[in-house]
């Protein structure tokens, strides 16, 4: 693979949770591509072992490391073992996460609990830990991926849109603490995506059909299109920009008006 450092990525160690599927696996080719070493997070390593075969066969390097991002003490171990075999972390991009259905008025107490637990405060704890590397360089770029669903309510997954909330204030609130040690935080937002994790929203022709044509650009976003995003946000590109939520969604949120009758004002 050819590199070029327009990105200022050339060897720098990239940490990727969730790493296994979708998204953390698009943005883990995408950093491979731009010359990074790659430390990959996720708790299905078959997932894990594809995306490093992936990786290789493109002429990039990575190690991986199963790893439940809302446990500390394994959350620890992997950072220390990046550390020593791939050198300080220089990227984080959070993008572990599950999906789980549940009305708030009936959803077990647990339920929420999990939810909250894998989808926010793990990005506190990888953050946390991993920041301490970007301290000791004096440098570094957090990107979490949050969602839509940070600002728009979604039916039947309120845990979800409010851990997604949350992401995108824990983003602005570590990059205010953390502008004075040259670490800088943003978010992405994915819109509609077809991941592992809407695998179920896309079996049926007839319902990718309807949500494609609820999208502006005209389709579902493939986890490239959201990589892309985050190698910017993670790159020197970006060097001045911090606190911030990129909106990677095809139009999809900025169309409500398109959805409503306006006599007068519709193509004949
Ligand atoms: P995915 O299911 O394909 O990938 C998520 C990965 O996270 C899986 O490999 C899973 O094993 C891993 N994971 C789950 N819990 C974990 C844990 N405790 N520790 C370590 N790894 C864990 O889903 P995806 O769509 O690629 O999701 C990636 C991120 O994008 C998530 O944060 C998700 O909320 C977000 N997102 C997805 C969409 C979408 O439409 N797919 C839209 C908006 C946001």
Known sequence: MTHTDSFGLQGATCVVTGAGSGIGRGCALALAEAGARLLLLDLNEAGLSDTRKQIE????????????????????????????????????????????????DALPLAEWNKVLSVNLTAYFICAQTFGRQMRQRKRGALVHIASIAADHATPFSGSYSVAKAGVAMLSRQLAIEWAPHGIRSNCVNPGLTETGMTAPFHTDPDIVRRRSAAIPLGRIGQPLDIAQAVRFL??????????????VDGGFVRSVMATVPRPGYERP
């Open 57 to 104: 066969q493109a002429g990039g390097h990575s190690l991986i490391q199963r790893c439940d991002t809302s446990d500390p003490d394994q959350v620890e171990r992997a950072a220390a073992l990046g550390e020593r075999e791939l050198g300080e972390c220089a990227v984080l991009v959070n993008a572990a996460g599950i999906l789980r259905p549940g009305p708030l």
């Open 234 to 247: 993670a790159s020197d590109m970006a060097h001045y920009v911090t606190g911030q939520e990129i909106t």
